[in-house]
């Protein structure tokens, strides 16, 4: 392109600047070649004219186009010069805030001055493995790369770091060390990574301080080689330094500081092991405190010490060494401190006896005080025939003094370094190494002294090993493509560094005037200004004669010469070393001994070997009067040489550090001084060396993909893209030397790139015209439609509106005449209605005033009637009560004198005969009347004899009862006596019966009245019940308005169970995190030594002992064993033929036969005692008879029983002596059997003597038995004749007697049976009263804390009462839970105890049996025969579902079902069979209780299981085959082990084969620990192989055809930097990826694991999809964008309806990819107004602050018509965020799992049913 296009109206550029150095301008004229003048417009607007010059000013530098600003490497820019560096840079920087950018093969890593979130672990797993240009820029990246080429091309390679004080070089290389020790760790124990980063801690202490550029400058140079195996993990580690500032120990310029170490040490000095040192604040110290501030912001020097003492410790310093190395230190600051004083002439100096410094000084050191006081100022002169000793002034003693301070220092930090060192050495054979070298960058200050010029030289070395590898590559590139290469112009700066180094350069000549006796600075600058003037890059200053300037390759530079002669000989006095050799320490005399051999001999060993030793690059400075020691210089020549051998002979990775500004102010960007480094370090060299050829690189897809815009349709059918491009190329670029065509690229010259971009630009801007155009046009039509529309609308509803106005007024008219004629109406009226209201008013007070009066007239006169009537009634009873009382008294006198005459007259009579004659006339009439009345009651006492006859004769039939009672009394007393003491007691038991009658009636009322009063107290009670019920349903009604209330309770609960749920997954989590520590362990001991596995297992007690029977043979206790009609129905279904060998069948017959004796002795002794009751008692009485013949009916009954029993026992006894019989004539050949069969054969007889015997013995009780019975009955009836008969023949007398005695005993028993009933009826009465009591108490508490419980809700508040019934509910159902669970767990401990005595049962019979066969096999020497020997083998239809084998074979049922198992073997039967195969062996070992076998087969099952999957760890059909079976078999020793939470779903003949002898728990824990680990294995083989995959089909498949743009590529995206060995990431799509989860799935489901299980799977897949998709997503500048966002939404959705039809879109994965999800959302939506702030806020909940802003400001347009973020909308984003309280995490953690959970899924498989393949071999296993 001409100049005239280029410099067009529009087109920007760029413009020199003397504050920015590069100012932003815009052309607003055509320019003309040749013209002196370009207009121009800045960007505030202003206009400017750039003057144009052939030479001073050319024409300005042309801008890129905005969408390539910004770019992650600066090769991509299609304008390679620096004004674009610098802007791409500060951009970065800036506004994303990146500090990393790539130039070339250059890593430009700028200091942020802030702590960043992009150096964590995760990043560490997200940069390895990857492709260099396929990250954004970071340390790891370039770190990555040297190891991959490492690997790769098995070649060394080394990682050049440099930069100025304070750009970050320390740091950078920390974490490239970092890096290392993270992706290749040790492959043992040794821990060497952690030794490699421990060493920074130690050298950053004792080699870095604080610089007014740097808090932690290096002060010293060092490259690091990190030592890797064949298998490229890290086996040891080598350091050398380089020139070490050692003026810092003496000297630090104001705001600077010592080294670390001394104020680390200092700040210590309390401590009580630093006691003896008598340190106190570095303030107090000279060589501390120059600087006059011994703090650094931030820093604390007591931590950084205790890191420094465990990084010593870690490293393997011994105790007594670190004491040593803190004396010396200590030491070092006590001398500086020694004040040497001048004597009077001056010329000499002395120092105090009592300076206490210098006594610690020589007591830290172990040194003389007295020689150290004397050679401190004065010094040894020897000649070759004298030696003098000159005193020195006080000038020369401190310059002394200084220098000792500064070789010590220096022969201790030689000292660290090497034992550093040998800690990190390893035995071990190194295959390869990769070096890291932190060095010095270009330094230039006002004062330049000997340590710059130093810095400088290895700067220009390196800068010029720098240019020619860049050379190299640029070269190779051109080549690989087969491009014509032409040579690039460089700078060369060999032609500096002879000047330097040459023969007669400027090193030789300061070597030379230091060899000179009294060689000066001035002598040497002038020797360099006669020999060295002719040279370009020397010159003199004009106004100096003691200073000289060298150019540089970055600038000029202007040393200083004072000194340089004193810091190139580092002078140190022999006697001060002498004295130091001298030591009784040992670390002291031995910094100090022998430096010549060592340096020498480390010299030439170094040389001779490419392998670098064990040392310090820098020798230990050798004894000043040797006359072929070395001069720093040359010893610093010397070294560089070595180190630039080292770095030829590797692959270099360069880092180059920036200081973005003086200040240390974070994100803040000074363009002088970033310009200034980048001319320094190199960067623009590359730059220039890049835009030399063909800077510009393209690949044929994408720059097919990019430009296709620009061809025609007919080219797009062509189906060979080269070819189309070629064609494109040639038609839109006429100048054939602007690109060529390589291989797999095509390469651009400078600024055809943008040319490119330029005529895409102008097709879719035409195109984006023609559609405006197009939509505008549309645009107008629908608007005018619209309004049409809108115009037609309004006049119909306008017209409307008129007509239904003007029938408004119409409807308005006539309403209006209508109201106005209600009104009138209702006016008059009213009118009318006052008026008569007001007539009718006065007419009623009128009329009732007129009545009122006559009223008052009427009352008048009534009242005065009223008190005229009751004066006269007052009058007329006065009269007649005078009238009453006058008659009285005259009738009481006239009645007293008739009195007193009568008794004058009775007194006369009485004393005459008449009167006695009367009395004696009534008492013979009395006596008459008893004489009457006593023969009335003689006829009364008949009556009653006869009345007593009558009751006699009643109580007859009771007398019978008592006859013979009646006559043993008769034998004993006299008839007289006896009757009189029977009337009496008669008597006395009728008045005791009558007070029983009246006891009980008054019992009988008080029960009535107590009855009453409970009657009335429970109807009380219920009225209480019943309002407490209408009150608890007015509480529910209250209760049911309060509902909202206890939902917002409800939803606070749930959230509590979320987070107990969230502490659980947690809990699990890092229970599983154990258990994979644990399996990592475990691994690793398994590499140095086999371990076997012996847990243990509880085992029920069985080792109770069994009694024995009267026989010589075992028998089993009636305790121990249970019915014997469970053995009898044992025999019935086994059959007579299989139950003859049954030993326990014969056990449980003869404990049978023994039950019987026991039952024969029992019915003995009966009889025994029937027989002696009827002789001693003789006759019964009825009641006793009845109850006699009852227990004779159940004797017969029973005995019936036992007689059948016998039959049948005798019959199965004769059934099995056939079967034996003939089953020995079948097998008499087998010596063994017959043993058995005789054995057997003499137990059956004896067992059928003993039934013999017991059957006459019951024949014989029952003949007894029978004969007591008809006796008896005789004896009865003949009692009953010999009572009845003497009744009625007997005389009148005795029969009286006898009913005497009759009425006598009934009175008795009635009197008893009253008492009986009265006392039961007492009790009873009691009873209920106590029950009624109980019961009223029970209420009364009840009533009591209603009551309470009623007035305490009342008083509360409404919801409280709420509250308070819910809670009271709650604690009622409570407590009837509690007592449930009660009565549960009761009865769970009584089935506990009966299923264990069961089992106790069933174990005894099988030691029985175990025992029996065991005597039977002693005999045999040949391979021991089946367990249960002499049992018949089942048929098949009676597999009990338990497999059986012998001990021996445990190994090879072992190997045939795990070690050599194939998942492809079995895939044809039924899923999980291993585990089923392994349970039923589990089973038989425990059936027969070998709980040895038990425990081995587990054992070896599991050690098996874990050598297979470490065998095959990164199989995943394999790690399925072995979850799905460990699993299964753990399901099944659950669902089998008796415990009723695992048989809820069991079937009756699963729950018959429990287990029955041993409880398995621990074993079921094992297993699930094994479970969680092949879990884990498997999530771990299924993310290795989907890793690569990830990102390709998530993020760079073209899901959506054409959609995605391409972007310019930079040099780290060439085919050199790719791996070779990989296909590259577009061979992975997103069906691929399906696919493979598709296959997972597959290989899951086919091998029976559990449905949960594999969802579990699934959701930690997509969680890892997830997190690697996001990370590269936070960590790729070239995916965020618009494309990118909708291909990544695409592919999510194709991912779910993947999952909706798996039928696992339920399993929580969908969940996991939801920070995916927003991401994709994020990239979409709109990013401008601070509405599109809020809603990304709203949005984006998933993802946190950091992400969000990360991918904001990674956001790319991928065209000019997108805009990019502002910085201000990111501001707004990060406030409002503010309030998330977010943890602070960028990238999401790649190695999270989930805590796994292995849900109960019993089997609904019978054991029994189970088929097993003949192909599987397993023909030793026998079916039981």
């Not at 107090?284 to 010490?305: L, R, Y």
Request: net charge neutral.
């Amino acid at each position: 392109m001409s100049v005239n296009e280029l410099y067009s109206k529009y087109t920007r550029v760029w413009i020199p600047d003397p504050e920015d150095v590069w100012r932003a301008a815009e052309i607003i004229k055509d320019y003309k070649e040749g013209e002196p003048i370009l207009h121009l417009k800045l960007e505030d607007e202003s206009p400017l004219e750039y003057r144009i010059g052939p030479k001073d000013n050319p024409l300005p530098f042309l801008r890129n186009p905005d969408i390539l600003v910004g770019e992650n490497d600066l090769t991509a820019l299609s304008y390679l010069h620096e004004p674009a560096v610098l802007h791409n840079l500060k951009v970065r920087f800036l506004e994303p805030n990146h500090i990393y950018t790539y130039c070339g093969i250059v890593l430009v890593a700028i200091n942020p001055y802030d702590q960043l979130q992009i150096y964590g672990e995760e990043v560490i797993n997200a940069y390895s493995g990857q492709n260099m240009g396929d990250m954004d820029p970071h340390i790891f990246a370039v770190a990555e790369e040297a190891y991959k080429q490492m690997a790769r091309d098995e070649r060394n390679q080394s990682i050049i770091v440099s930069g100025e004080s304070g750009a970050g070089k320390t740091v950078s290389a920390k974490y490239a060390m970092r890096f290392f020790a993270t992706v290749g760790g040790s492959a043992n124990d040794t821990n060497v990574e952690e030794k490699v980063l421990a060493s920074s801690p130690i050298m950053e202490a004792i080699g870095n301080a604080k610089t007014t550029r740097n808090d932690n400058s290096s002060r010293f140079g060092k490259y690091i080689q990190i030592g890797f195996d064949r298998r490229y993990h890290i086996i040891g580690a080598n350091m050398r330094t380089y020139l070490l500032e050692k003026s810092r120990v003496v000297f630090q310029a104001e705001d600077e500081r010592n080294y670390h170490i001394f104020y680390q040490l200092c700040a210590s000095a309390s401590f009580p092991e630093f006691k003896d040192l008598a340190l106190t604040s570095a303030e107090d110290f000279i060589f501390t405190s120059q600087g006059e501030n011994i703090f650094i912001e931030g820093v604390n020097d007591a931590e950084d010490f205790k890191k420094t003492k465990e990084a010593f410790t870690l490293l393997g310093v011994k105790e007594s060494n670190q004491s040593s190395i803190f004396r010396i230190i200590a030491s070092i600051l006590h001398l500086g401190n020694v004040e040497i004083c001048s004597e009077r002439d001056g010329d000499s100096c002395h120092i105090s006896r009592n300076d206490p410094h210098l006594t610690h000084f020589c007591r830290l050191l172990g040194v003389e005080l007295e020689q150290m006081e004397h050679w401190l100022c004065h010094r040894k002169l020897v000649t070759t025939s004298e030696t003098y000793v000159k005193n020195m002034s006080r000038k020369q003693a401190a310059n002394a003094r200084d220098a000792l301070a500064k070789h010590i220092y220096a022969h201790m930090f030689d000292w660290i370094v090497e034992h550093v060192n040998k800690s990190l050495h390893t035995s071990s054979k190194q295959h390869s190494f990769i070096g890291v070298l932190d060095i010095y960058g270009f330094e230039t200050f006002e004062i330049n002294s000997f340590e710059q010029f130093c810095i400088n030289y290895a700067n220009e070395k390196l800068q010029q090993q720098f240019n020619q590898h860049v050379f190299k590559l640029e070269q190779e590139e051109y080549m690989k493509e087969q491009i014509p290469w032409t040579l690039i112009d460089f700078y060369d700066n060999q032609p500096c560094i002879d000047l330097i180094e040459a023969k007669l350069g400027i090193l030789d000549l300061l070597d030379e005037e230091c060899k000179v006796p009294k060689g000066t600075d001035q002598n040497w600058c002038q020797k360099l200004y006669d020999r060295l003037s002719s040279s370009v890059h020397f010159q003199k200053p004009r106004m100096s004669n003691i200073s000289f300037i060298i150019i540089h390759f970055a600038d000029k530079v202007e040393y200083q010469c004072d000194g340089f002669l004193e810091k190139n000989r580092d002078t140190v006095y022999e006697e001060h070393i002498n004295i130091l050799k001298a030591s009784k320490f040992q670390l002291v005399a031995d910094l100090f001994q022998d430096t010549n051999k060592d340096g020498s001999s480390s010299t030439s060993s170094s040389s001779k070997s490419s392998r670098i030793n064990v040392r310090s690059a820098k020798p230990t400075p050798k004894v000043p009067n040797k006359e072929h020691r070395k001069t720093v210089g040359h010893q610093f020549r010397s070294s560089l040489q070595l180190l630039m051998e080292t770095l030829n002979a590797t692959t270099p990775h360069y880092v180059r550090c920036i200081k973005p500004n003086d200040e240390k102010e974070a994100f803040s960007f000074d363009s002088r001084r970033a310009v200034q480094q980048l001319r320094a370090c190199g960067v623009l060299e590359t730059i220039r060396i890049s835009a030399a050829g063909y800077p510009s690189r393209w690949t044929y897809p994408d720059f097919f993909n990019r430009y296709r815009v620009l061809m025609k349709k007919s080219d797009m059918t062509v189906g060979d893209k080269k070819l189309v491009c070629r064609n494109l190329l040639e038609t839109l670029v006429k100048d054939p030397d602007k690109f060529q065509f390589g291989k797999t690229k095509i390469f651009f010259r400078a600024g055809q790139v943008a040319y490119l971009e330029k005529l895409r630009a102008d097709k879719f801007r035409s195109a984006c015209i023609k559609i405006q155009k197009t939509v505008r046009r549309w645009l107008q039509m629908v608007r005018y439609k619209k309004i049409r529309k809108s115009a037609i609308t309004l006049q119909r509803f306008g017209r409307g509106y008129m007509a239904r106005r003007y029938a408004e007024q119409l409807r308005l008219t006539r309403a209006a005449v209508i109201c106005q004629k209600q009104y009138r109406m209702v006016r008059e009226r009213t009118a009318y209605l006052r008026v008569r209201q007001a007539v009718v008013t006065i007419q009623a007070f009128t009329r009732g005033m007129f009545t009122r009066r006559i009223f008052q007239e009427f009352l008048l006169h009534h009242k005065a009637m009223i008190i005229q009537k009751h004066v006269r009634g007052w009058l007329t009873r006065r009269k007649f009560k005078v009238a009453r009382n006058a008659a009285i008294t005259i009738q009481c006198a006239y009645r007293r004198m008739r009195a007193k005459r009568e008794l004058k007259q009775l007194k006369i009579e009485a004393r005459s005969a008449q009167h006695l004659k009367k009395l004696n006339t009534g008492m013979e009439n009395k006596i008459v009347q008893l004489q009457r009345k006593m023969d009335d009651q003689t006829k009364d006492l008949k009556t009653q004899n006869e009345q007593l006859v009558v009751a006699k004769a009643s109580l007859g039939s009771e007398v019978n009862k008592l006859q013979k009672e009646l006559e043993t009394m008769r034998s004993r007393q006299g008839d007289g006596s006896q009757l009189t003491s029977m009337k009496d007691e008669l008597e006395k038991l009728r008045a005791e019966l009558q007070e029983a009658h009246a006891h009980r009636k008054k019992l009988e009322e008080e029960h009535s009245n107590e009855k009453m009063r409970f009657e009335q107290r429970v109807e009380e009670l219920e009225r209480e019940n019943s309002l407490l019920k209408s009150e608890k349903e007015k509480m529910n009604q209250r209760i049911l308005h309060h509902s909202k209330s206890t939902e917002d309770q409800e939803s606070s609960a749930s959230q509590s169970v979320g987070r107990v749920q969230a502490e659980l997954d947690e809990e699990r989590q890092r229970y599983q995190n154990l258990l994979r520590e644990f399996s990592r362990l475990e691994q690793r001991y398994d590499n140095l030594q086999e371990a076997k596995f012996q847990p243990g297992h509880r085992r029920n007690n069985s080792n109770q002992s069994s009694l024995e029977s009267d026989s010589n043979y075992p028998s089993i206790s009636t305790s121990e064993v249970g019915d014997t009609d469970d053995a009898i129905q044992l025999v019935e279904e086994m059959g007579v033929e299989k139950a003859a060998m049954d030993i326990g069948v014969f056990m449980k017959l003869q404990k049978r036969v023994r039950e019987l004796e026991q039952e024969r002795k029992r019915l003995q002794v009966n009889l025994e005692k029937m027989e002696d009751q009827s002789k001693h008692k003789g006759i019964e009485p009825k009641t006793t008879s009845e109850q006699e013949n009852a227990d004779l009916a159940y004797n017969s009954l029973k005995r019936q029983e036992l007689e059948s029993e016998n039959k049948k026992l005798k019959n199965d006894l004769n059934e099995l002596r056939k079967a034996i019989a003939d089953r020995a004539s079948k097998n008499s050949s087998s010596n063994e059997l017959q043993d058995g069969y005789n054995l057997l054969l003499g137990q059956l007889k004896a067992a059928n003597e003993e039934l013999d015997v017991r059957k006459e013995e019951v024949l014989i009780l029952r003949s007894q038995i029978v004969t007591a019975a008809q006796q008896k009955e005789k004896d009865t009836t003949n009692h009953i004749e010999t009572n009845n008969l003497p009744e009625w023949t007997n005389s009148k007398k005795p029969i009286d007697k006898e009913e005497a005695l009759r009425s006598y005993h009934g009175l008795c028993e009635s009197k008893k049976l009253l008492e009986a009933q009265l006392q039961s009826q007492a009790r009873k009465h009691e009873d209920e009263l106590e029950a009624f009591r109980t019961q009223i108490e029970l209420l009364r508490d009840d009533i009591e804390k209603k009551q309470e419980m009623l007035n305490h809700t009342m008083s509360l508040s409404p919801e409280a009462q709420v509250e308070y019934s819910v809670q009271q509910e709650i604690t009622r159902l409570t407590n009837d839970n509690l007592d449930l669970k009660e009565l549960v767990e009761k009865l769970e401990k009584n089935e506990r105890k009966l299923k264990k005595q069961l089992r106790i049962y069933m174990k005894k019979v099988q030691e029985l049996e175990v025992s029996v066969t065991a005597a039977a096999s002693q005999s045999t020497t040949a391979k021991p025969e089946m367990t249960r020997q002499v049992t018949v083998q089942r048929r098949e239809k009676d597999f009990e579902g338990m497999l059986e084998y012998y001990k021996e074979d445990e190994a090879l049922l072992v190997k045939t079902l795990i070690t050599d198992m194939k998942p492809h073997t079995v895939s044809a039967t039924v899923p999980c069979l291993p585990a089923y195969i392994l349970f039923m062996c589990i089973r038989h070992a425990d059936y027969i209780n070998d709980d040895q076998k038990v425990h081995s087969l587990l054992t070896s099952t599991i050690n098996a299981i874990k050598k297979v999957l470490k065998k095959n760890n990164d199989d995943f059909e394999m790690t399925s085959f072995w979850l799905a079976n460990t699993s299964r078999l753990l399901h099944c020793l659950k669902q089998y082990s008796g415990d009723e939470a695992f048989m809820t779903q069991n079937t009756a003949k699963q729950n018959e084969h429990c287990l029955k002898n041993f409880d398995l728990a621990e074993y079921r824990q094992v297993l699930s620990d094994l479970s969680i680990q092949i879990y884990q294995q498997l999530v771990k083989v299924a993310e290795h192989v989907m890793q690569p995959m990830i990102v390709s089909a998530m993020l760079e498949s073209e899901s959506i055809p054409s959609l995605a743009g391409v972007k310019p590529m930079g040099y780290r995206n060439r085919s050199s930097s790719m791996d070779k060995d990989e296909e590259g990431p577009g061979s992975y799509t997103l069906e691929a990826l399906i696919r493979q989860l598709g296959q997972f799935h597959g290989v899951m489901g086919e091998h029976g694991l559990d449905p949960e299980i594999a969802g579990q799977v699934i959701r930690q897949l997509f969680y890892s999809i997830n997190a690697v998709t996001l990370n590269n997503l936070l960590l790729r500048k070239d995916v965020c964008s618009w494309s990118t966002g909708m291909q990544l939404r695409y592919n999510i959705s194709q991912m779910e309806e993947w999952l909706r039809g798996k039928n696992l879109h339920q399993s929580g994965a969908v969940i996991n990819m939801e920070p995916v999800i927003q991401a994709a959302q994020l990239l979409q939506v709109k990013k401008k107004t601070s509405q599109d702030a809020e809603a990304i806020c709203s949005l984006c909940t998933a993802l946190t602050m950091q992400q969000i802003v990360k991918i904001l400001n990674l956001y790319t347009p991928l065209n000019e018509f997108e805009e990019r973020v502002t910085v201000s909308f990111i501001r707004n984003i990060q406030n409002r965020l503010q309030e998330r309280n977010d943890v602070p995490m960028l990238l999401v953690d790649t190695k999270h799992t989930f805590p796994v959970l292995f849900p109960y899924t019993p089997s609904a498989l019978s054991l029994e049913t189970l088929h097993i393949p003949a192909n599987l071999s397993l023909h030793f296993l026998t079916r039981v």
